[in-house]
């Protein structure tokens, strides 16, 4: 069956870098646009970051442009997103999710993980 596995979260200070990795498996990995969202408490689920199948297009939401990179490995059923300069808005449960199609509207994405946490101190 599909699994997406997040892993890498963890308590950093504003300033700092963390770098998120998601493992997948059970579906074709390059057949599908991957993407990273979060959650902070009491705020809806929001987009991060996307990429394409093949790897060769992104998106990023403004609030990470500059900050934030997505990128993936299809040999290895990998997509990680590369965290620098948080700040405390930051903080938040990641997900990454799986999708033919992709984009920014998390309604588009079939496979979900279960999310990891990310907690940036001022």
């Known amino acids: 069956q599909v699994q997406l596995v997040e892993s890498g979260g963890g308590l950093v200070q504003a300033g700092g870098s963390l770098r998120l990795s998601c493992a997948a498996s059970?579906?074709?990995?390059?057949?599908?646009?991957m993407g990273w969202f979060r959650q902070a408490p009491g705020k809806e689920r929001e987009f991060v970051a996307a990429?394409?199948?093949?790897?060769?297009?992104?998106y990023r939401a403004d609030s990470v442009k500059g900050r934030f990179t997505i990128s993936r490995d299809n040999a290895k059923n990998m997509v990680y997103l590369q965290m620098n300069s948080l700040k405390p808005e930051d903080t938040a449960v990641y997900y990454c999710?799986?999708?033919?199609?992709?984009?920014?509207?998390?309604?588009?994405?079939?496979?979900w993980g279960q999310g990891t946490q990310v907690t940036v101190s001022s």
């Open positions: 990429i394409s199948g093949s790897g060769f297009s992104t």
């Open positions: 999710a799986a999708d033919r199609v992709g984009g920014r509207y998390a309604g588009n994405y079939d496979y």
């Open positions: 059970g579906f074709t990995f390059s057949n599908y646009a």
